[in-house]
Nanobody, 125 residues
Framework: QVQLVESGGGSVQAGGSLRLSCAAS????????MGWFRQAPGKEREGVAA???????RYADSVKGRFTVSKDNAKNTLYLQMNSLKPEDTAMYYC????????????????????WGQGTQVTVS
C-alpha cells in the first residue's frame, strides 16, 4: 500500500513562492499518475496539477504559468513549485496517487485517484 506525506506548506504574501513536496512510501511505481489537489473552505476539491508516468503534465487553468509539477522517481517524491501566489490559492493542498492504474501514460486524469496524503495548508495574504 502506498502512503503519501505532504510538506512545504505555510503562509506567504501575495506574489511569493512555495514548494510543496509529497514523499511516497510503500509499493511505489514511477509509472503511476500523481496529482496535486486543493480544497478551500466551503469549496469543492479541485485538481491543480498532475503528472503521468511518462512525464506528461496537466494544469488547472487558474495555475497555468505559475505552478510546476515534477517528480523525482529515485526519491519517490512529487513536487509542486508555486510561484506568483495569489490569495485565491489559499487552500489545503493534497497529493494523490492513481494506484489502480499501474501504467499511466498521456494526459493524466483529474479523477480516479485512490491514495491521498493528509494535506498541507497554504495561506496567501
Amino acid at each position: 500500500q502506498v502512503q503519501l506525506v505532504e510538506s512545504g506548506g505555510g503562509s506567504v504574501q501575495a506574489g511569493g513562492s512555495l514548494r510543496l513536496s509529497c514523499a511516497a512510501s510503500g509499493y511505489t511505481y514511477s509509472s503511476y499518475c500523481m496529482g496535486w489537489f486543493r480544497q478551500a473552505p466551503g469549496k469543492e476539491r479541485e485538481g491543480v496539477a498532475a503528472i503521468a508516468g511518462d512525464g506528461i503534465t496537466r494544469y488547472a487553468d487558474s495555475v497555468k504559468g505559475r505552478f510546476t509539477v515534477s517528480k523525482d522517481n529515485a526519491k519517490n517524491t512529487l513536487y509542486l513549485q508555486m510561484n506568483s501566489l495569489k490569495p485565491e490559492d489559499t487552500a489545503m493542498y493534497y497529493c494523490a496517487a492513481y494506484t489502480r492504474l499501474r501504467l499511466c501514460r498521456g494526459v493524466p486524469p483529474w479523477s480516479g485517484y485512490d491514495v491521498w496524503g493528509q494535506g498541507t495548508q497554504v495561506t496567501v495574504s
